[in-house]
């Protein structure tokens, strides 16, 4: 049987995954994809609460804008680390601790 | 909650399982009948059969991240625009094309405004042309007579 | 909403007396039962018939070549060489399984995988016929190119997971000039989207009509060079000459695939030559009218009328002609997408991303809006109802 | 029935795809892993009813951000040399026993609190007759044009701001500089 709660239960292990993936890694790309994993929850959260709460079309928009903000995040905040990596040699998040280079 | 909707989906869930199975089928039908002698020099990657020096997985130009970054800025305004271009044949039956069509417009504009700013800017250029000195034609010149 | 073949021969008494029958048969209601078995056969045949057509694809290539260069071409297994793509199997698998020593192990494997899987995914949607549609999705079109993309990674992991030099560069130049051409190939079939007032492929092809000048690329002016602009930008995604950068034999040994052997590089050449049908019957729908057939006779009401034929048969005679049609003109493009390989030189790297960036997306573009104000200005007429309009029966010199 | 295979079959490749990414070791391992858990996420829109999400979701993932990962690791993880200049190592670990345990020991936290509120969601909403599935493409069309035109609008000028920003951080430095 699906119900809401199969859904929340996935959006959850979705979240916790990019969460330790957030925490323990030390590489700049790899936190970038936990970022990925947790947007990817929200969405999904969005999606499932439409389907079985109220069954309006705005969750949909709003997953929708959330994978453009994710798309563009991503864009960006890769170019910062390869701009980063053209200064510092490295990818290290330790390493970008400093506002100037 | 039989929802017979759902069942569009399944051609694609057999034909994707339908791809699974003929690549490992095949990889392990394949075992019984194929040879298997490796040796050091035939696992080496092909280098014209000199001995290859370090490992391939190398930096390489920042010039494949710009063309992607451009690519997926596209990919989302295309995702943001086909809804909206699956309506605009019903907006114009019911006399509110105008609407649309200036927002479609608008969006659109802004779009060639991130692109002009590229190309102006030389990021659409795989090779980046740069203009030479005078000295530096001479020095050319200087190398060829010499 | 959503068609697909199960629901057209469901129309059909004797599938409703057979789903009936097994139902008591075996004491449950058989409806998915009978739909899944409908799905399993037509995807099998599907399959089959395009590893066929992947197969025959390798033969008329060299076919074709040959009879370009004034050459014989293969002409020994089998009469005039047909059965030289079996041979080629039977070479393929029996062939030794090499995988390099510094190679990464796990992507080595599953990129011939990704990019089959991708490939099969995208065959769900191509129209046949009205009937014969493995699954009409409502996002139909932007399901094959999302699903299609799947290649793309493939190549660039097949490139990264060899350790070769060779390879990396091939897979990144693949990669890159995939993504790359995506671009002006969404912009045109968006622009034929906005025309049509839907995004599945059956609203795609029922918004034109059979004969050519009720098809796309003679709409309107717009959507007569898009058609081009989507052709060139389907052929350097299909790593086809004379955008085969990717596997540049000259420069790059093989490309992407110098390191895989056997059955591996077998994968990715069927799910290329596949794909290349894939985007000749995606033109063939979006722009030729797909398996409309003229003066109607799809729909079969012409000849149960005029031969008087019972009405099932009469629409099952329609839709072979359909399918006769949609394949006629997949093949015709086929046969050009070969023909444009062994003709036109290979373009360089640079150019190929200057005609990419500075000429195909531009014009897509422009395209895209000049079809948004032509449905707005005229209502989605095309050229030809204008000019009946202004010329009266004058037009039927154009 | 098949409803239920769909949701099983994506919810295990999206489940098992992100705890791939926590495990692996190895970056191109786990954008691959990244992969396998956006495509199973489509899966589940289209169990969801939300097919032109899924159509999305393949799009912008498969065919976007996952592309720009890989191409972004293959821009920095160059191990001709494993150190720079600096010292430091090029390509810097991915997490050790004590990261790990940091992580695990928030997420099991984060975890008991959100389960708490699921079970409450479960008891609150009982299931109901669930809508048939329409057509999304139309309505999601229908509001970006109506009622949210100005987010429509904003997004295009957030993406050109993206993308300038972007290109301008990236682009490589000039000679001599």
């Known amino acids: ?101 | 909650m039989s929802s017979p909707n759902l069942d569009v989906y399944m051609p694609i869930v057999i034909l994707m399982a339908f791809g699974v199975v003929a690549v490992v089928g095949a990889l392990l039908f394949g075992r019984l009948l194929r040879p298997s002698n490796p040796n050091t020099l035939k696992e080496s990657p092909y280098e014209c059969g000199e001995e290859p020096i370090g490992s391939a997985w190398s930096n390489f130009n920042v010039r494949f991240y710009v063309v992607s970054l451009i690519f997926i800025i596209f990919d989302v305004e295309g995702a943001l625009m086909f809804p909206v271009a699956a309506v605009f044949k019903k907006f114009n039956e019911i006399g509110e094309g105008a609407v649309l069509l200036g927002s479609l417009l608008l969006f659109i504009l802004v779009l060639v405004l991130g692109i002009i700013y590229c190309w102006r800017k030389g990021d659409l250029d795989w090779v980046k042309s740069f203009k030479l000195t005078d000295e530096q034609i001479k020095q050319l010149n200087g190398i060829e007579e010499s | 909403m959503n068609s697909t073949i199960v629901s057209y021969l469901s129309q059909f008494e004797g599938h409703k007396k057979f789903i009936s029958i097994l139902s008591e048969a075996l004491g449950f209601d058989a409806t998915y039962l009978v739909a899944f078995l409908v799905f399993f056969l037509a995807s099998f045949i599907v399959v089959n018939v395009m590893a066929l057509v992947g197969g025959l694809g390798t033969y008329a290539e060299r076919k074709i070549s040959a009879d370009i260069q004034m050459r014989q071409g293969p002409n020994r297994v089998g009469p005039y060489g047909l059965l030289q793509f079996l041979a080629d199997g039977v070479k393929m698998i029996t062939k030794e399984d090499i995988i390099p020593r510094n190679a990464d192990k796990l992507l080595f494997t599953i990129a011939p995988l990704m990019a089959l899987v991708g490939v099969f995914g995208s065959l769900a949607v191509v129209p046949f016929s009205s009937g014969f549609i493995l699954t009409d999705l409502n996002v139909g079109v932007f399901y094959l190119i999302g699903v299609s993309s799947l290649v793309g990674v493939a190549i660039f992991l097949g490139g990264y997971s060899s350790n070769s030099k060779w390879s990396m560069l091939g897979g990144m130049r693949g990669a890159s000039q995939i993504i790359s051409y995506e671009v002006p190939v969404t912009l045109s079939i968006l622009a034929i989207v906005i025309l049509a007032g839907g995004l599945s492929f059956s609203t795609l092809v029922e918004a034109q009509g059979g004969m050519p000048h009720q098809w796309y690329i003679l709409h309107n002016p717009f959507t007569f060079i898009g058609f081009f602009v989507f052709f060139i930008g389907a052929l350097a995604e299909t790593n086809r000459a004379p955008f085969d950068l990717p596997e540049a034999e000259s420069e790059l040994v093989s490309g992407y695939h110098t390191e895989y052997t056997g059955m591996r590089f077998g994968f990715f050449a069927l799910a290329e030559y596949i794909e290349v049908f894939v985007v000749c019957g995606v033109a063939a729908a979006a722009f030729l009218g797909g398996y409309k057939v003229p003066f109607d006779l799809g729909t079969g009401d012409l000849l149960v009328n005029t031969l008087h034929l019972p009405p099932i048969i009469g629409r099952n005679i329609g839709q072979i002609l359909q399918v006769g049609s949609f394949v006629t003109k997949t093949l015709v493009l086929y046969y050009i997408v070969i023909w444009i390989r062994w003709t036109f030189p290979r373009l360089r790297v640079d150019h190929l991303m200057t005609l990419c960036w500075k000429y195909l997306t531009p014009i897509a573009l422009f395209n895209l809006v000049g079809c948004a104000v032509w449905l707005y200005a005229f209502d989605g007429q095309s050229v030809w109802e204008l000019l009946s309009h202004l010329g009266g029966a004058s037009s039927g010199g154009h | 029935m098949f409803d239920n295979i769909l949701f099983i079959l994506s919810a295990s490749l999206t489940v098992v795809g992100a705890f791939s990414v926590v495990l692996t070791k190895n970056l191109m391992h786990s954008c691959v892993y990244l992969l396998a858990a956006l495509f199973g996420t489509a899966g589940l829109y289209a169990t969801l009813g939300a097919d032109f999400l899924a159509a999305t979701q393949l799009v912008v993932y498969v065919g976007g951000v996952v592309i720009l990962m890989l191409f972004a690791v293959m821009l920095t993880g160059g191990d001709q040399d494993k150190e720079n200049k600096f010292g430091i190592t090029k390509v810097p670990s991915m997490g050790n026993f004590k990261t790990f345990l940091a992580g695990g020991v928030s997420a099991l936290v984060i975890a008991l609190v959100v389960l708490r509120l699921i079970a409450n969601v479960a008891k609150q909403n009982p299931q109901g007759e669930l809508p048939e599935f329409t057509s999304s493409v139309v309505a999601i069309g229908t509001k970006l044009v109506t009622d949210h035109v100005l987010a429509f609008e904003i997004s295009s000028v957030l993406l050109l701001g993206a993308l300038v920003g972007a290109a301008v951080i990236a682009r490589p430095a000039k000679r001599g500089e």
């Open chain 1, 1 to 101: 049987m699906i119900t809401l709660s199969s859904y929340l239960m996935i959006s959850l292990a979705l979240f916790l995954s990019g969460l330790v993936v957030m925490i323990s890694r030390k590489n700049i790309i790899a936190i970038l994809l936990g970022i990925e994993l947790i947007l990817n929850a929200a969405a999904l959260n969005f999606v499932a609460y439409t389907r079985f709460v109220n069954d309006n079309i705005e969750g949909h928009i709003m997953s929708l804008f959330i994978i453009v903000i994710a798309a563009a995040e991503a864009a960006v905040g890769l170019g910062i680390v390869i701009r980063f990596f053209q200064m510092r040699e490295s990818i290290h998040i330790d390493d970008a601790a400093q506002l100037q280079s």
